[in-house]
């Protein structure tokens, strides 16, 4: 029986990437305990804490079995925990008795924190390298349109006009961000931990900061300055940045949805798939599927944040499982979840197509806005900037002005007139919703700052 997604052979793929799911599986948990426990073995063997030898077949032993979930299911539920009968298994494995050396002096929460951030170190590889695909593609698209006119829309309705590229730069930045935040909690809430039953190197345990710096260097993870047991910033900063991604993935596909609806059509998307989106009822119809996936990624990563944030409140005194055992599932679902939305995201752009010309077409409907602000402009130096503004507000709600069927100006210079305002001559041809202010320039702006720090990232 599947009661997730993540296990469901039916859904799993809609929502989470196949690579992002092996990185989470059962078996790539158990071997990376396996490789933990080895590289402990290892070290302490180097220090001289266990013997050289022995180490040396513990290691070996480790990187050789095979063990199945299945083979430690029944022990893990009595223990409450995994690592005991795992290390069982490994030391009975061991010949002669190197066995006894297992694990030694360590504890459980070591090596299921450890492993995790190995775990989640892959894991980021994964979308970072996504991300970055996202990113170059996202820039292209920038590039070509950058004026390219369309309608600005504010609470629904048209605004001052901006240009397709401007928009979409303004994904891209979004998305430089996120980037830029994985990188940093690569660093920063990404690390594991060794220190012993509570973290401090007490006896009998033998071991010393020195020995945590090497074992986190024989990983490839950043150090901790402390024992982190019950402090779970790390982890729940992690999520949170997660889900930020995400939540901006989901931004990004509610604003293609919208202009891609028939009505706007400023927006396609031409799958090339002739099965993808069909509809079980309407031959004709096809469903944008990974713009749904976009939005319920994006939702369901928004609780788990503050999911976190409980657990975290939760902890007592130096170590409380209450608070630890959530991040089990949140930490893997923030990942997956993020796999699953820029894995839409990139299909969606790679079958996008725009369409200039309706973008242009609607901006016919912006000539209110447009004329409003010539009118204003030539009204502010006479009247000042707020009596312009608010006679001009006050025409516009005229009817017969928001239909088309009175000009602006003799609305305007009819409400002036019954309130005594002098204004001069207002005539001239109606604007046009085409004058995009700076936003060609400013798209071009941000493209070339992301391509600098791309290429400074890149040989950093």
């Known amino acids: 029986m599947t009661v997730s997604l993540w296990d469901s052979a039916l859904f799993a793929g809609m929502v989470s990437t196949t690579e992002m799911r092996a990185v989470f599986s059962d078996r790539a948990r158990i071997r990376t305990w396996l490789d933990v426990l080895a590289a402990q073995a290892e070290i302490q063997g180097r220090f001289g804490l266990i013997p050289r030898d ?16 299945s083979e430690l299911a029944q022990e893990a539920e009595q223990v409450g925990r ?41 894991a980021m590889s994964f979308l970072q390298a996504a991300l970055a695909d996202l990113l170059e593609m996202l820039s292209g698209l920038a590039e070509a349109h950058a004026a390219t006119p369309m309608a600005a829309r504010t609470n629904g309705r048209h605004a001052r ?7 979409v730069a303004g994904w891209a930045a979004e998305m430089a961000r996120s980037e830029a935040r994985l990188a940093q909690l690569s660093k920063r809430a990404i690390c594991g931990q060794f220190g012993g039953a509570t973290g401090s190197f007490s006896p009998p345990a033998p071991g010393s900061p ?104 939760r902890q007592l005194d130096e170590r409380n499982g209450a608070g630890w055992i959530p991040e089990w599932e949140i930490v893997p679902q923030a990942f997956l979840l993020c796999s699953g939305g820029l ?45 312009a503004h608010d006679l001009i507000q006050d025409a516009c709600g005229d009817q017969n002005v928001r239909d088309g069927t009175d000009p602006l100006a ?27 202010g700076l936003a060609e320039q400013e798209c071009l702006a941000v493209l070339g700052r992301l391509r600098l720090t791309a290429r400074e990232a890149r040989y950093a």
Not at 161 to 167: A, D, E, N, R, W
């Open 54 to 69: 022995c180490a040396d077949i513990i290691a070996r032993r480790a990187a050789e079995i095979d063990i199945l979930p």
């Open 82 to 122: 995994p690592i005991l009968p795992l290390v069982r298994r490994l030391a009975e494995a061991c010949p002669g008795e190197s066995g006894q050396w297992v694990h030694y002096h360590g504890t459980t929460q070591d090596i299921l924190d450890t492993s995790a951030a190995v775990q989640q170190t892959r």
């Open 161 to 167: 006009p901006i240009t397709f590229g401007f928009k």
């Open 210 to 313: 020195d020995i945590r710096r090497a074992l986190m260097q024989r990983l490839g993870l950043p150090e901790p300055d402390l024992a982190w047991h019950a402090a779970r910033d790390r982890p729940a900063e992690l999520v949170a940045g997660l889900a930020l991604l995400s939540a901006g993935l989901g931004r990004l596909g509610a604003d293609i949805g919208r202009m891609s609806i028939e009505e706007i059509g400023e927006l396609d998307i031409r799958e090339t798939d002739s099965a993808t989106g069909q509809s079980s009822t309407m031959p004709h119809k096809r469903n944008p599927r990974d713009l749904e996936t976009l939005g319920a990624t994006a939702s369901m990563s928004a609780g788990l944040p503050s999911a976190m944030l409980h657990a975290m409140a």
């Open 343 to 387: 894995a839409a995201a990139g299909r969606v752009l790679r079958s996008l197509v725009v369409k200039p010309d309706r973008m242009l077409d609607n901006l016919r409907f912006g000539w209110l806005g447009a004329e409003a602000d010539r009118l204003t402009a030539l009204l502010a130096p006479k009247l000042g900037e707020r009596i």
């Open 410 to 436: 003799a609305a305007v210079t009819t409400l002036a007139t019954a309130r005594g305002l002098t204004m001069g001559d207002l005539s001239g041809p109606r604007a046009t919703a085409l004058q995009t």
